[in-house]
């Protein structure tokens, strides 16, 4: 016995929602250009999420761990090497 099929597909939309009205103002591609551009997503732990509740605060840190990471890390008893020029007379 084989399963009486279709040529249409069966619509499992309920009868109380018009496609119209769903559909009404939507713009096609309007994300796009910031998904080509290579738009990032990253999910935060609820913890990370708590501490830093917005874009802004999530890349602020992230700055400050990147500019961390330049700096030189000195072992004990080593003196730290100046970065600036000697005073000019």
Do not use: C, H
């Amino acid at each position: 016995m084989k399963k009486e099929t279709t040529s249409e597909m069966e619509d499992e939309l309920r009868p109380e929602y018009d496609l119209t009205e769903l559909l009404k103002g939507g713009v096609r591609g309007k994300d796009v250009a910031r998904y080509r551009a290579g738009a990032n997503v990253v999910v935060l732990a609820p913890d990370v999420a708590k501490a830093f509740p917005t874009e802004e605060a999530v890349n602020e840190a992230l700055r400050l761990v990147m500019r961390m990471a330049q700096i030189p890390l000195l072992s004990p008893g080593s003196e730290r090497q100046s970065t600036q020029a000697p005073p000019q007379d």
